[in-house]
C-alpha cells in the first residue's frame, strides 16, 4: 500500500494490561505484525490506504455524506490509549466520538483523543469542530505528520465494540478498525476509525 507524505516515526507499542478491565482493550498491532490473511480482503483496503479517509468516503459513498457527533467531552482515556499518546494516568483528555455516515447508513465509527496541551495556538480549533470531519482539518495543515497505521479487530465483550455498534440494530461479529496518532505543530493526537457493516467492499 502506498505511504502517505505526512509519515513521522513508528508509535512505539504497548500491549494493554492482561489484568482488570484493561483486558477488554483491543490489541492494536502494525502492519508488519499481522500474520498473511489475518485481515479479512474485504476490509484490508480501507485498513491500509493512509489518505483521508473522509475524502474516500465521500468518493465511494453515491448519496449524501455527514458527520454525526455522539459524543465530546473530558474523559480519561483508555489504558491503551494513555500508553499510546504517553498520557499520565491521571489526566483527562477531550474525546470525541462521531459516526459517519452514507445517506441513512453508517459506515464509521470514529474516536479521537486530544491532550489538553495540544489544544493551544492553532489547534484550539480542534475542540470546536462540532459537525466538520476532522479529515478536512487534519489533511489541510502542512504540518500534520502521521505514525504508523496499527489495526485490531475489535470483539464484542470490548468496551470499544459497544460503543462503536450502539446504534446499530444489530452487533456483528466482530468488527476492525485502525489508528494511528497526528502530529499537528508536533502536538499529539490519537484518531481510531473503526470500520462498520455497511461499508462497501472495494479491492
Known sequence: ????????LSVTHHHPSRFGQ??????WRAERYLFA???PEDIAWWLFDENSLTARLVAACSGRFRVEVISQGWQRPMLNEEQCLKIPSSRHALIRQVYLYCDDKPWVFARTVIPKATLSGKEKQLSHLKNKP?????????????????VA????????????TAHLKADPASIWGRRSVFYLHDKPLLVSEIFLPDIPVIK
Request: aromatic residues 6%.
Open 134 to 150: 476532522l479529515g478536512a482539518v487534519l489533511f489541510a495543515e502542512p504540518t500534520m505528520q502521521r505514525s504508523e497505521v496499527e
Open 22 to 27: 484493561h483486558a477488554f482493550e483491543p490489541i
Open 153 to 164: 479487530e475489535i470483539k464484542p465483550g470490548q468496551r470499544l465494540f459497544h460503543t462503536a
Open 37 to 39: 490473511g489475518q485481515v
Open 1 to 8: 500500500m502506498p505511504r502517505s507524505r505526512h509519515n513521522k
